[in-house]
């Protein structure tokens, strides 16, 4: 358990030491959602409670997505590059160790986004929501961004430490714009919207906080599954061959 | 030895005794408990045999049969491209070979320093060897390890703020915090300077006498003339010789003589039983391969000759006597 343990505690601590990768994550959601659901449309939002509820969850999932994509997406891609990998290979860490200790770091991120979040939306933007449903939202874009994570490291194990920023973005941006976090999406992108995670998860926050969702639940969550597995699989298979 | 991979040099060793007899005694004796492993019984810690490995149309490894005995430390000397570092890999697992096998005794009591890796440089000095020991079931404490590396006064200084000789003692205090049986260090001392080369060696030399096996790749051949118990050469992915520091000298029986004399250099050139003669500020440089003739013809040609040295070759011409052999 100890390697485990510490291997998470320190790849958490350099994450969180890393301005170029705490700076961004930690802030962009919060300060976007500042901006979107409190100074841009504050005003229209307290009177359409929906929306704005709407608006926050969207912008939640926005949130999870960065840790887990560029957390491993780009940090995979570089260590590998740079013999880290190998290195882990060669020392008698636990094979799961650096991925799970990844995944930790990604969920620790995450969990100081909703909670920032979470605040905003009480204090600044004045939300009605409950204990439990905040609790549920949490949870759920919490474990929920997983396949995000997945993403990461199945572009991380493929492409060079230098392209990796720009394959995970290539993902990233069309995904934030594509799945309905921001803005409600016209009626011909609305068919194309379930091929994102994001889209899925999205519709699990909804749920979470009580709004009405398209699709089933475990429809969503088991895309999300589907998707992390798939992937990590997939991802795992080539670094153990070609490293 | 694998039999046709091995150059007719090799049998020159085969009559003299072995290099470690006495070493090997001595290990013996600080195991009289029950092995862990089945595998340490008969003091293998590390096998290579018959391997061969290819990349694309490089030929890295060519039926290389290598081992490692507990307790000694075995220098692998070759030029660039000579599959050190692919050697090392194979043994570690990280490359598989194309053909023949390899064995590792057990992973958990390995460590190892590799030739180029970056590591975090968020994570303080500390931090990187407390993540390494935790991987080990009986480490040192990363205090210990700081201690043993000299490298306690960069304790807390970020990894990303260290010179490149100071990451190299990090790397090096990483591959010893667990406390390996086997230590496999690729080019330890490369970028270090004097001062610091000096301490690893020192610390090389207390884990040696401390039963540690330890497998040193290097380009410098004072490094594996200081340390080494066994040295292997390769070249081209093939061994070209084996044994001590000695015996692989005396695989080339060149001899360096320099001295002082009004002879002309081209006189001397032309005498049997001499490669090459130098002339340096009137200090002339022979490297002959029957010294003692060369030597008697020199005094009796010159009653003022003066300041005569003569000098065994070093590692490094009977390194490079080898390797040219097999890219001729």
Redesign the interface.
């Given at each position: 358990m100890?390697?485990y343990?510490?291997?998470a505690k320190?790849e958490s601590?350099?994450?969180l030491?890393?301005p170029s990768f705490a700076i961004p994550f930690l802030t962009i959601p919060v300060l976007v959602y500042l901006l979107m659901g409190v100074v841009f449309f504050g005003e229209a939002l307290r009177h359409d409670s929906k929306a704005a509820i709407n608006v926050f969850a969207g912008l939640t999932v926005f949130g999870m997505m960065g840790p887990g994509m560029f957390g491993f997406g780009v940090a995979v891609a570089g260590?590998r590059e740079?013999?880290?990998l190998?290195?882990k290979?060669?020392?008698?860490?636990?094979p799961a160790a650096y991925f799970l200790a990844k995944m930790c770091m990604a969920m620790l991120f995450n969990t100081i986004i909703m909670a920032t979040m979470i605040g905003a939306a009480l204090f600044a933007a004045h939300l009605p929501l409950a204990f439990p449903q905040m609790a549920a939202l949490a949870l759920v874009n919490i474990v929920g961004a997983l396949p995000f994570c997945a993403i990461g490291l199945f572009i991380g194990v493929w492409v060079s430490g230098s392209a990796a920023p720009g394959f995970v973005n290539l993902v990233y941006l069309p995904m934030m714009w594509l799945s309905g976090l921001f803005i409600p999406l016209p009626k011909s992108l609305q068919g194309a919207a379930p091929i994102w995670p994001a889209y899925h998860l999205l519709q699990l926050s909804l749920g979470a906080l009580g709004q009405p969702a398209a699709g089933a639940a475990w429809v969503h969550a088991g895309v999300l599954a589907a998707v992390t597995l798939l992937l990590s699989a997939v991802a795992v298979r080539r670094l153990a061959r070609v490293? | 030895m694998g039999a046709g991979s091995v150059p007719p040099r090799q049998s020159q060793f085969a009559g003299s005794p072995p290099p470690f007899a006495e070493k090997r005694e001595l290990y013996r004796m600080d195991n009289v408990l029950p092995a862990v492993d089945g595998s340490m019984h008969n003091d293998c810690l590390a096998e290579l045999r018959g391997v061969s490995k290819r990349f694309g149309k490089t030929c890295a490894l060519d039926g290389l049969d290598l081992e490692v005995r507990a307790g000694e430390l075995l220098a692998l000397l070759g030029p660039n491209g000579a599959g050190k570092t692919t050697a090392i890999s194979i043994l570690?697992?990280?490359l598989r070979p194309d053909a023949g096998e390899a064995r590792l005794f057990d992973?958990?009591q390995?460590?190892?320093m590799?030739q180029?890796?970056?590591?975090?440089p968020?994570?303080r000095v500390r931090?990187h060897i407390?993540?390494?020991a935790?991987?080990?079931p009986a480490p040192l404490s990363p205090a210990a390890a700081m201690e043993m590396t000299h490298t306690t006064p960069l304790a807390n200084r970020p990894y990303g703020k260290l010179s490149g000789g100071q990451k190299r003692q990090t790397q090096f205090a990483m591959a010893i915090c667990?406390r390996p049986k086997l230590l496999?260090l690729d080019e330890p001392t490369a970028g270090l300077d004097v001062q610091s080369r000096q301490m690893l060696w020192d610390t090389v030399r207390k884990l040696v006498r401390g039963g540690t096996a330890i497998v040193l790749t290097t380009h410098y051949l004072e490094e594996a003339e200081a340390l080494a118990d066994r040295v292997v050469v390769l070249a081209k992915g093939r061994l070209m010789a084996s044994g001590t520091v000695g015996e692989i000298r005396a695989v080339v029986s060149r001899k360096r003589i320099s001295c002082r004399t009004t002879l002309a250099v081209e006189r001397i050139a032309s005498w049997q039983g001499v490669n090459s003669v130098t002339c340096d500020q009137g200090r002339l440089q022979v490297v002959a391969s029957d010294a003692e003739d060369v030597v008697r013809r020199l005094l009796a040609a010159d009653a003022q000759l003066a300041e005569l040295e003569v000098h065994r070759a070093g590692l490094a011409e009977a390194f490079t006597e080898l390797t040219q052999e097999v890219a001729s």
């Open positions: 100890k390697p343990l510490t291997e320190y601590l350099r994450m030491r890393a260590e740079q013999g880290l190998k290195l290979r060669a020392l008698p860490a636990p490293g | 570690l697992a990280l992973k958990r390995t460590g190892v590799m180029e890796v970056a590591l975090a968020e994570l931090e407390d993540l390494v935790s991987y080990y667990g496999f």
